[in-house]
């Protein structure tokens, strides 16, 4: 019979390899972990641009409808600033229909349809096709009112957006507030490419409240979070941990902070200081990368 003799370096040898090949692992599992948070960040990024934007469009509905439906008087997307002054979508180059059901002024719900048919150039240099769908519950400046909105082969240049999209005015007497909720959201790419994302915000308006009809010194502060998941296999939360400021002036966000959750790393990604520009930074386990914004 043969016997098999473990000395005490033989061991060690044996312990030091578990060790490192266990040290290496857990390095390689940040690693990956850390791209997974950019990743994340970069997926999230692009759909909080898309349903912002179905936002700004969607409340922009104005007099073109019949009746002023939404909170920032017709500045959707062929709103521009020109000279200091703020110019509304309706004009002769329009290039999208909108059509009201019922079209009596006063009677709730109406369903309005913004219609970019085979393609249309917004001032924004985004190209738009297909529907947005909403259904008003009442003026959206009056509190309890809800705009709840879906799509119909609803595209923004070579991106398809899909789910449900509400707001919600929970306005006080002295403040105007509204509540936003992306419901099974999902974008899709002509390569294939996809991100499904959910939330739900707060959005408060600091300034502009005596200013209804003058949308140009309006500032909101948003908060809230939720989820999303891409097609490159990551899942992530997303929260704000510092309220994000957005100007009616700037197409971005300008300030505040929102964290990326993916297992237990996290990524934190900070729009600035206030100044109007694309950029924000993400900070993964002390490593700081600038992140472009859609």
Known sequence: MKTSILTKSTLAFLLLGALTFTSCKKESSTVSDETAVETSTESNTEAEAAYDDVFDNTMGIGVESGEDLGITGSVGVFGRMESGNYTGRVDSNRCFTITVVPQTPGVFPKTVTMDFGAGCLGRDGKLRKGKIITVFTGKMKIPGSKA???????????????????????????????????????????????????????????????????????????????????????????????????????????????????????????????????????????????????
Do not use: M
């Open 148 to 294: 709840t909105t879906t799509f119909d082969g609803y595209k923004v240049d070579s991106v398809t957006v899909k789910g449900t999209h509400e707001v919600t005015n929970n306005s006080l007497s002295n403040n105007n507030i509204f509540t936003t909720k992306v419901i099974e959201g999902k974008l899709i790419w002509n390569s294939g490419r996809w991100v499904t994302w959910s939330s739900v915000r707060t959005v408060t308006q600091l300034e502009g409240n005596g200013t209804p009809n003058w949308p140009i010194d309006d500032i909101y502060s948003i908060t809230g979070g939720g989820r999303g998941e891409n097609s490159r296999g990551n899942s992530w939360a997303h929260e704000v941990i510092e309220p994000l400021i957005k100007k009616f002036t700037c197409r971005w966000i300008s300030k505040g902070v929102l964290r990326i959750r993916f297992n237990n790393t996290n990524g934190v990604l900070n729009f600035g200081n206030g100044e109007c520009d694309n950029k924000a930074t993400l900070t993964v386990n002390g490593n700081v990368k600038i992140i472009t914004l859609r």
